[in-house]
């Protein structure tokens, strides 16, 4: 007898029926898993076919462009295209929001490879997209939407292929790739409670650019928690969902060389914290920014908009939650 494993197509059907997801929506995720997996067999080739190098632009960010951001980004536009559902496409890769299909139903939220400053050496990278839902009843309130109103959010870590998926108010899920590179064997994922196993993960070669509450808050607690940081959201995060604790990438705001502070912060909210946010949430954990308010409720006035982010287990965002509010208020 052939063992078959609960595939995610069986996972979402299950998950329709209960939450009256409708088939839209399962063709818009069929959508992003083909490019995730487009993207994957890219990099994983992408030494081979000397593609791990840089594409000679510079993008919206002010960032060297890696010719597998082009290849990503393509990549995803044709998929999402493909499936006849999305509105419009918001991307790291792109200065103004790409229209795809007036009919969509669907505001795509993502960035088509983080983890820039690994891709040339090969090491992990991710996939990370948010969903939002046009206003089906009335006018079309547009795309700057607060994570807390995403329908899902997920995160595929590259070249793993290890695919993770949170789903409103149906928790988040982490899926194995199969032999037959199908996304298999769903198991939900809990922020863990018992600090033993927690991890802090930060750039330390920032540590003294942070705000000094927040240097004082590290050199009170760092020696509880084992330092882990692979310089990709994707990646650090993955592990923080395992194994609890805090990603952290505060504003810096004490840099050496004022031109390099960057009070509101380096990640971008729309595509990048707010999406790990969502998932953070759905696993009962928590994020919050410099001012230490929720990640979810801040309303977006631009859709590259950046943000400082601190995400992971409950009690520790909380703990350097009440600092960063006191800071705010001066106490
Ligand atoms: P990209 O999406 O451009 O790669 O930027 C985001 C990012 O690479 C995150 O994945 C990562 O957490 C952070 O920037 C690393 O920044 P730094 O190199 O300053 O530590």
């Given at each position: 007898m052939i063992r078959?494993?609960?595939?995610?197509?069986?996972?979402?059907?299950?998950?329709q029926e209960r939450h009256n997801r409708t088939y839209h929506f399962l063709i818009l995720m069929e959508g992003l898993i083909n490019a995730a997996k487009h993207i994957q067999?890219?990099?994983?080739?992408?030494?081979?076919k000397g593609n791990l190098g840089r594409a000679g632009d510079v993008n919206v960010q002010g960032e060297d462009v890696m010719r597998m951001d082009q290849i990503a980004q393509e990549v995803t536009i044709h998929y999402l295209h493909a499936t006849g559902r999305v509105i419009h496409?918001?991307?790291?890769?792109?200065?103004?929001?790409?229209?795809?299909?007036?009919?969509?139903?669907?505001?795509?939220y993502f960035d088509p490879l983080d983890g820039s400053s690994n891709v040339a050496h090969g090491l992990p990278v991710g996939f990370l997209f948010g969903i939002a839902k046009r206003n089906l009843a009335g006018s079309e309130d547009g795309h700057l939407r607060a994570g807390k109103?995403?329908?899902?959010?997920?995160?595929?870590?590259?070249?793993?292929?290890?695919?993770?998926?949170?789903?409103k108010d149906a928790g988040t899920w982490r899926f194995h790739i199969d032999e037959t590179m199908n996304y298999v064997k769903p198991f939900q994922m809990v922020l863990p409670?018992?600090?033993?196993?927690?991890?802090?993960?930060?750039?330390?070669?920032?540590r003294f650019t942070f705000a000094e509450k927040v240097q004082n808050w590290i050199?009170?607690?760092?020696?509880?928690?084992?330092?882990r940081y692979l310089g990709a959201l994707a990646g650090d995060f993955h592990r923080i969902l395992a194994n609890g604790g805090m990603f952290m990438y505060p504003a810096i705001v004490n840099h050496p060389n004022p031109k390099k502070n960057r009070p509101q912060g380096k990640l971008r909210l729309m595509y990048e914290a707010a999406v790990?946010?969502?998932?953070?949430?759905?696993?009962?954990?928590?994020?919050v920014d410099e001012t230490g308010s929720p990640i979810l409720g801040i309303q977006p006035a631009d859709h590259h908009q950046r943000t400082a982010l601190y995400v992971g287990s409950k009690s520790i965002v909380e703990d350097i939650a009440r600092i960063l509010r006191s800071q705010c208020s001066g106490a």
């Open positions: 078959f494993e609960q595939t995610f197509m069986d996972f979402l059907l299950q998950h067999h890219s990099y994983l080739t992408g030494a081979l496409a918001i991307s790291e890769e792109a200065r103004e929001i790409v229209s795809l299909n007036p009919e969509g139903r669907y505001f795509v109103d995403y329908i899902a959010a997920g995160m595929f870590v590259i070249p793993t292929g290890t695919f993770t998926l949170a789903l409670e018992d600090p033993k196993s927690w991890e802090l993960s930060f750039n330390e070669s920032n050199a009170q607690n760092e020696r509880k928690y084992a330092f790990v946010a969502f998932m953070c949430k759905e696993a009962g954990g928590e994020a």
